[in-house]
């Protein structure tokens, strides 16, 4: 636990553990590698690529997953690519987090035909379409509406309409967290806030798109850019996307 403490806080200050960090990411424990693992990817430690590609083949998912994108940021996301679309087959980590880091990892062109092929799969088709919204393609806002408009979707495309704009939707009327005005067939549906089709329609085509509202990066956003700023550049450290926020090292 000392450790994992150690390496939780290293990585929220951006510090280095030096010739100790290779011995951690060979640690006995799982979850001291894992941080290890997250700490190395952080600070481009290059050095420690080997040990991160034999983690890809460890026995628990979460270290395969923080090796996968260790070995991302450490230039060998080739060999990384094939055991995120392991771990996703396998549902054994959460699948929106596969996605994201696999999509970030991937060429444009690549990255676009390989999430079609995740939404042509009932199994992968939710979380799919709800990071497809990463991919900035804004001429998919009428598809996406239509998705609003079915229960089993509507969550998840509410989800992608959020990554597709810099906007602050809780300063619209796009999302609400009453299934009443959406119909019977929404009722049960527990995820929320959920987008309204027609107020999402109407913000899109009256002239209140993303023109009219103050930039907003989420939390989610910032740090999905700094991943992708750092797979763009293989000299730049993982930023510190909570900069300007407050939270705890572990977190």
Known sequence: ?????????????????????????????????IRALRLAGALRRRDLLPAATECLSADQPRE???????????????????????????????????IDIRLLASAGTSATAWLQKCLNQSAFRQPALAAIGMLG????????????????????AGLAWRDLFEVDFNDTDVFT?????????????????????????????????PGKHAAFRSMRRLRLAAIRASLDNPDL???????????????
Not at 137 to 156: F, T
Not at 184 to 203: D, G, V
Request: net charge neutral.
């Open 237 to 251: 450290p993982l930023a510190d996307w909570r900069r300007t926020r407050r939270f705890p090292a572990w977190m």
């Open 64 to 98: 395969r997953s923080a090796a996968s994108l260790a070995a991302c940021l450490l230039g060998a996301g080739r060999t990384a690519l094939p055991v995120f679309d392991e771990l996703l087959a396998s549902a054994s980590v959460p699948q929106g987090e596969v």
């Open 177 to 209: 967290v009453d299934t009443a005005p959406l119909g019977k067939q929404f009722a049960k549906i527990e995820e929320s806030p959920l987008p309204m089709a027609e107020r999402a329609s109407a913000w899109w085509d009256d002239g209140r798109g």
């Open 1 to 33: 636990m000392l450790k994992c403490v150690g390496l939780a806080a290293l990585w929220h200050h951006r510090a280095d553990a030096g010739p100790r960090l290779g011995e951690l990411v060979a640690n006995g424990q799982a979850e001291v590698r």
């Open 137 to 156: 393609d804004r001429s998919i806002v009428p598809w996406l509406i239509e998705r609003m408009r079915e229960p089993q979707s509507a969550y998840a």
